[in-house]
């Protein structure tokens, strides 16, 4: 018989470890980014104002993220708590040029987007006089330049650190050790990682396809330009409405060059602004047939939930419906564990059905019937959609 081929997962590049995830709103100041914020958390947490650096501290929003499947759920069981899935995001301080050495608010930035897992990058499109600009005109392409070349080089300066105690460490070590040899594998990873950053003009990090073993070494240094980025371009209503905008071409050229792959979605935070006044959802409705346009935080939302490689599982019952994010990949006991630590220590097994099974035959009791409620075990990764109950032991 053949030996039997292993295929093995390709591994997910991190911006961050762990489950505890966020989304920050990253760009110039006055671009659009607190009045954005305030309209995704439908708060009004301290007003918008026009001048640079009115966001000093990073203000935090949990969005519910629209998912048809919840609702369904939520029809069918009719449980007391409804609680839907949420994309957590931040406001994080306008970056400026010399952010990276320090200049304005820049090593508070960056921190900021260090503890982050992706971005939204608002980039500013609409002309409007009375907005100052920082960097005198409005010019999106010059924009992102400046952000990507800020994240870029705190990347650089933090790789070559890294590179300087990793020589330390390793010239210490017997030469012909077996963690000697490991260390030089990292340092060569790392090394690498520091050629993509600076050569030919340089790359993210993240637009590289890095084989398994890269990926840990690159995940472990938490870089910023491995965070996946979402392009939000900030119009003015009119040009959001008649979708026609002198920069929209460009910016998308300048993201094919630079980030292929990355997402643009123009918007306009001023028109979400006005929605989001409105009292109720027919009002909104009516509003947005009235102008022809729609409200693009939707798309948004699934946007930056996508880009950050997240699915969702549900627990249904009675007394709650309530969707659990966890990332793709993610294996039965961990995704037991985003509950309660104890559903992860104390994991038996989980009784595990397809939501699409469950919309198909209409209920529990016909899913089992036809078979479709499994046992999973501990190597069970968790597809999206499944719908799950975890039975821990004592
Ligand atoms: N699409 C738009 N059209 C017109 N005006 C807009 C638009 N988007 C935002 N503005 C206005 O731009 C100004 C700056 O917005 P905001 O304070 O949200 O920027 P910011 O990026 O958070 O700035 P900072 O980093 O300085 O806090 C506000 O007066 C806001 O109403």
């Keep these: 018989m053949p030996p039997k081929k292993v295929v093995q997962e390709k591994k997910v590049l991190l911006g961050r470890p762990g489950n505890n995830l966020k989304i920050g709103i990253v760009g110039l100041p006055n671009v659009g980014k607190s009045s954005f914020f305030n309209v995704l958390s439908k708060t009004d947490l301290g007003k918008a104002a026009n001048f640079p650096y009115a966001t000093i501290n990073p203000e935090e929003a949990r969005i519910p993220v629209p998912d048809t499947r919840f609702e369904w759920l939520c029809d069918l069981y009719k449980p007391s708590s409804r609680v839907p899935a949420h994309l957590t995001c931040i406001d994080i301080a306008g970056l400026t040029a010399g952010a990276s050495t320090g200049a304005g608010l820049g090593n508070a930035f960056l921190s900021h987007v260090r503890a982050v897992d992706g971005i939204f990058q608002v980039v500013r499109a609409f002309d409007d006089a009375e907005v100052i600009h920082v960097e005198g005109d409005v010019n999106p392409l010059r924009d992102m330049e400046i952000i990507q070349t800020e994240l870029r080089l705190k990347d650089i300066e933090w790789v070559e650190k890294t590179i300087d105690n990793m020589k330390k460490t390793t010239r210490s070590l017997g030469s012909n050790s077996l963690a000697d040899k490991a260390k030089k594998e990292e340092l060569a990873v790392v090394e690498k990682v520091l050629k993509v950053l600076t050569e030919d003009g340089g790359k993210d990090a993240r637009k590289v396809d890095w084989n398994n073993k890269e990926i840990d070494v690159v995940n472990s240094l938490q870089l910023l330009t491995a965070k996946p980025v979402t392009y ?151 597809i999206d959609g499944d719908i799950a109950y975890w039975k821990a032991g004592g």
């Design 232 to 382: 939000l371009v900030n119009l003015s209503e009119k040009d959001y409405v008649r979708k026609k905008n002198k920069w929209l071409a460009k910016i998308k050229g300048w993201i094919d060059v630079h980030n292929p792959g990355d997402q643009l979605i123009p918007f306009s935070v001023s028109l979400e602004e006005r929605l989001s006044q409105l009292e109720n959802p027919e009002d909104i409705a009516e509003e947005e047939k009235k102008i022809g346009a729609t409200s693009a935080l939707t798309k948004i939302t699934h946007a930056g939930y996508n880009s950050l490689e997240l699915i969702r599982y549900f627990t249904c019952g009675p007394d709650e419906v309530r969707a659990w994010t966890i990332r793709k990949g993610t294996k039965a006991p961990q995704a037991a564990g985003v509950i309660h630590t104890d559903f992860e220590h104390k994991f038996v097994c989980g009784e595990i059905m397809a939501y699409d099974d469950l919309h198909e035959h209409g209920s529990e009791t016909a899913v089992k019937a036809a078979g479709k409620l499994r046992q999973q075990g501990k190597p069970y990764e968790m």
